[in-house]
């Protein structure tokens, strides 16, 4: 007597849970937006740059060391950890303060939006990322509604790529790249290591120089005049924007992909701007809020088109 077949195991649907780590990831990058304002209206950019990752730095390493992390990494890994902290911790954030210094906010918005653009191509070419023309469709859709965003601001928003705001523009341009070479080079070594190591280790080796390059201005701040909203909107910033984000962000690198991952970081726009119209009372037109569903839809379905390639 023949035994009867046995149904083929189904294929499990991937966990969903990274992806909402990557959302809130995004709402935190949107609420700190407004939270930093806050902050660089007593602080210089520099001091509380530096003083912010230290508050992350330090955060990281308690919750790492707490839930059993330990950086036991192979000689050979050592330096390119190093590398990867001095690339999307120290030249980011440094090209990034001075990048929107001397460019615009509407030109340093779009051109941080090209963030999952970026990725994306330098993650096709080295063969690691797999986007189907759809995906490429959801990466530019989510741009135009970023576009529309700044366009639809009711302080006439425009772009000056070039002219006076070249050198700025150069150095937002250097500070998205760098980001993005860190988003792609993060995953191989969370193949050999658990990505709160990865970045518990890589943010410190950042926090290091960044620190040091800040130490002039922190030691020229009048302290005593600092208000006790702005020293909380730093630990704020430190341990939201940049500790549990950077765990979150590279756990989504580890399980997702760099290119997936990448695209979350076009709802921040959308999220900035609903932070500000609850928060801060701005008003916002019917053109941004067309903008924030076109970026929300375009990440959705850039998400569904794009995969690690095997």
Not at 17 to 29: E, G, I, M, R, Y
Request: a positive charge; one cysteine or more; proline letters at 6%.
């Amino acid at each position: 007597m023949t035994q009867p077949k046995q149904p083929l195991p189904q294929p499990q649907p991937a966990p969903a849970w990274p992806d909402a780590l990557l959302v809130l990831t995004a709402v935190f990058w949107g609420v700190n937006f407004s939270v930093v304002k806050f902050a660089l209206a007593e602080l210089s950019p520099l001091s509380f740059n530096g003083l912010r990752f230290v508050v992350a730095a330090s955060t990281m390493l308690v919750l790492a060391y707490a839930t059993g992390h330990r950086f036991t990494f192979r000689r050979r890994h050592v330096l390119y950890l190093i590398g990867l902290g001095l690339l999307g911790n120290t030249a980011y954030q440094l090209l990034f303060i001075f990048g929107i210094n001397l460019t615009t906010a509407d030109n340093a918005s779009l051109i941080l939006a090209t963030v999952p653009a970026w990725v994306a191509l330098m993650g096709t070419l080295a063969g690691v990322e797999k986007v189907e023309a759809r995906g490429w469709l959801g990466v530019l859709l989510s741009l135009g509604g970023i576009i529309l965003i700044i366009l639809g601001s009711n302080r006439s928003a425009h772009f000056e790529f070039g002219g006076a705001t070249l050198p700025g523009d150069a150095l937002m341009l250097l500070a998205t790249l760098c980001w993005s070479t860190y988003t792609l080079l993060t995953r191989p070594m969370m193949r050999h290591y658990s990505s709160a190591s990865v970045t518990s280790f890589s943010t410190l080796m950042g926090t290091i120089p960044l620190f040091l390059i800040s130490l002039p201005s922190i030691m020229q701040t009048d302290w005593p005049q600092v208000s006790g909203t702005a020293l909380a909107a730093l630990v704020f910033s430190g341990i939201f924007g940049i500790a549990l984000a950077y765990f979150f962000w590279n756990f989504g690198v580890s399980r997702l992909g760099s290119a997936r991952t990448s695209l979350y970081s076009n709802l921040t726009p959308p999220i900035a701007l609903l932070t500000a119209w609850l928060w801060l009372g701005e008003t916002l037109t019917p053109q941004q809020w067309f903008g924030a569903l076109l970026a929300l839809a375009g990440v959705v379905l850039a998400r569904r088109f794009t995969r690690p390639a095997r």
